[in-house]
């Protein structure tokens, strides 16, 4: 079977050029601002390749270096800054519970990432829009946005059938339940009618919305069922092990399978171009361009009041 290579890159080429053009369309300048208060190379490496694509898009990029316990503090002050649009900030700060509080202390109309309580909770409870508003989508946060607009480029939601359940009859299994990026995309794509097992390092939930879709919105069951049990099942495996060690046991996938790798390392070996229909072996751009696609939305939401 010929095994098709994307990549992240050009994943996110449409949507950048789509970026491009309407931020041309807009009169004023379009913001964001970035608070690094934690020193961590990988995400001043990350503030680096965010720069660089809102730079392709000409939307304009401050990265602030601050002390931790100033965050607060800048981050209040920024939500009162009407010359800037949207607000990211590198986590882990504190850790817990405080870096939990920071992100509820963004704006949601700021809230480039969708980390704030309002967009969370309506991700979790299957809402899809604002105040009850058709023209003002929810937001969501910006890896697991990407890793949905990988899969709706590999074709794999049908829209023959109604926007919600366009995942009808897929099995997928996501290998990372972080709380950033494995729980809310397993709940995303459950709740789009998917059947999705989470593995993390103790164990295998099931999140679903019940045999024939009934729920409203995805339930999860605890399962004893072990990873050589769910991959040979699986239609689209999605993996984020943050380790250089771990490798996917190929010969668990089934043929045809589509392979989706977001974690910085490498969790397939090149053979899985021998297993795979498609494979993506990264998808950090396609993120990239999502935190900006986030936040044109927000500055439409503000300037005009809707999306349009
Ligand atoms: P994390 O450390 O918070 O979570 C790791 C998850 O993987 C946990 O659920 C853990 O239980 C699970 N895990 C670890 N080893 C496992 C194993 N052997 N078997 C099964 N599950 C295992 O990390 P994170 O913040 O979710 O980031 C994960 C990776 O994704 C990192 O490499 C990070 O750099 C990358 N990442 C990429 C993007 C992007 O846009 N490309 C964005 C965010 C994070």
């Known amino acids: 079977m010929e095994c098709q290579v ?32 934690n020193n961590d190379p990988s995400a001043e490496q990350y503030a680096e390749v965010t720069k660089k694509s809102c730079a392709r898009s000409g939307i304009v990029f401050e990265l602030r270096k601050i002390g931790r316990e100033e965050l607060e503090d800048a981050v209040i002050a920024a939500n009162d800054d009407d010359t800037i649009h949207g607000i990211l900030v590198y986590y882990p700060v504190f850790g817990g519970g405080h870096d939990q509080y920071i992100q509820n202390c963004v704006n949601p109309f700021k809230d480039v990432e969708g980390l704030c309580h309002l967009y969370r909770f309506n991700m979790y409870r299957n809402i899809r829009h604002i105040q009850g508003r058709k023209d003002l989508k929810s937001i969501i946060p910006c890896t697991p ?21 366009q995942l009808r009859g ?16 397993a709940a995303l794509l459950a709740n789009d009618g998917a059947k999705v097992y989470s593995v993390d390092i103790n164990d295998i939930l ?42 996917v046991p190929l010969d668990l996938l089934k043929d045809g399978v589509i392979a989706v790798n977001f974690a910085c390392a490498k969790n397939f070996d090149d053979e899985i171009k021998t297993k795979a229909s498609i494979f993506v072996p990264t998808i950090g751009k396609v993120t990239t361009t999502m935190l900006q696609r986030n936040l044109l939305r927000l500055y439409k939401y503000r300037t005009y009041g809707r999306y349009s």
């Open 6 to 37: 994307i990549t992240g890159a050009r994943i996110a080429e449409k949507f950048l050029d789509e970026l491009t053009r309407q931020i041309k369309d807009v009169d004023a300048q379009v913001k964001l601002v970035s608070f690094l208060a």
């Open 145 to 165: 946005l990407a890793v949905i607009k990988v899969l709706e480029h590999c074709n794999v939601y049908d829209n023959d059938v109604p926007y919600g359940n």
């Open 170 to 185: 897929k099995t997928i299994t996501i290998i990372n339940r972080s709380e950033v990026v494995g729980r809310p995309l």
């Open 206 to 247: 099931l999140f679903y919305r019940g045999p024939d879709l009934e729920l409203n919105k995805y339930k999860v069951q605890d399962t004893d069922k072990k990873l050589e049990e769910v991959l040979p099942i699986s239609d689209i495996v999605i993996t984020g092990v943050p380790s250089s060690n771990y490798r």
